[in-house]
């Protein structure tokens, strides 16, 4: 088992939870900041010790991560720096390369890891992987010893590139860019067939020539409709990593607009695609 450590999870949301639980599964404190937070965040926190502020949390911990919606992880940074925390930082949130690097020097690059998760919040072992990259992403690794969540550092030599030390990064946007923009698009396609009139003929044809995109409609539908309002920012992180590659960004700002329409949807039961379809054009037809 790894040196037992004082972990602080900010927050333990759906996804912050089964971090939090690994780390618990893996012999370590861990602590959360519970002023402010809903009944339901509690019940999600139970094994995790509360503390009534961020700075309260900081000069108890010995490393900090940060597990909330990307638009949120730079002013999260910012306020854990500003209370003087002096151990590690690991953001494991859904970033561009370049928004990683801008968190690295607010921290400090050598308190900083670099995270990414693929994944769904880790129930079950096998599930979901957690990416580390910098110099201090093999030692973070080995704090995940037990329970569902896997831990993988990235390579990294002394003195390695920026490049390397935001891999995890730049993994998580790679393989989001497809997994959460093909939803995007999936929807979008079902929304452009009903504006035009034409969504029984798409359904049929596909029966014919596409089966299983009827079926994934409806699945990526019920998949999506309520976590939509994060996907927003995760998309427009994509896009600033494809304009910073030189690479066309266009698509994933486009995705971003459609997972925006669909943040009406927030908190309310998975919605059937008809629903998602609805909020989707609402915009347009107003």
């Known amino acids: 088992m790894a040196l037992q450590r004082n972990i602080g999870v900010l927050h333990p949301g759906a996804m912050g939870a089964t971090v939090a639980q690994t780390l618990l599964d893996s012999g370590h404190q861990v602590g959360w900041v519970s002023a402010n937070r809903s009944a339901e965040t509690a019940q999600r926190a139970r094994g995790c010790m509360p503390f009534d502020s961020l700075d309260e949390i900081a ?36 970033l561009a390369p370049s928004t990683s690097l801008k968190i690295a020097e607010i921290i400090g690059t050598g308190a900083y890891v670099d995270g990414g998760i693929i994944g769904p ?3 079950d072992a096998g599930t979901t992987r957690l990416y ?25 030599d002394v003195g390695g590139s920026q490049q390397q030390q935001v ?7 790679s393989y989001a860019a497809y997994s ?18 034409v969504a029984d003929a798409l359904r049929s044809e596909w029966a014919i ?25 995760e998309m ?30 927030k908190d309310l039961p998975p919605q059937a695609l008809d629903a998602v379809v609805a909020a989707i054009l609402e915009r347009s037809r107003s």
Request: proline letters at 4%; one cysteine or more; aromatic letters at 8%.
């Open 59 to 94: 000069a108890w911990a010995d490393a900090l991560i940060s597990v909330c919606p990307p638009h949120g992880a730079v002013e999260l940074a910012e306020r854990v720096h500003a209370t003087g925390f002096t151990g590690l930082y690991v953001d494991a949130n859904a």
């Open 132 to 156: 580390l990259s910098g110099q201090h992403g093999a030692g973070v690794a080995h704090w995940f010893s037990a329970g569902a969540l896997k831990a993988v550092a990235l390579p990294f």
């Open 121 to 123: 919040p880790a129930i």
């Open 180 to 197: 959460k923009g093909a939803s995007a698009l999936l929807l979008s396609v079902n929304a452009l067939a009903e504006a035009g009139g």
């Open 167 to 173: 891999a995890a990064s730049m993994l998580k946007m």
């Open 209 to 233: 020539s596409a089966p299983d995109l009827l079926k994934r409609s409806e699945f990526t539908a019920k998949m999506t409709s309520g976590k939509a309002w994060r996907f927003q920012g």
């Open 236 to 265: 427009l992180e994509i896009s600033e990593t494809y304009s910073n590659a030189g690479l066309p960004d266009d698509f994933h700002a486009g995705a971003a607009a459609i997972y925006e329409r669909m943040s009406q949807l």
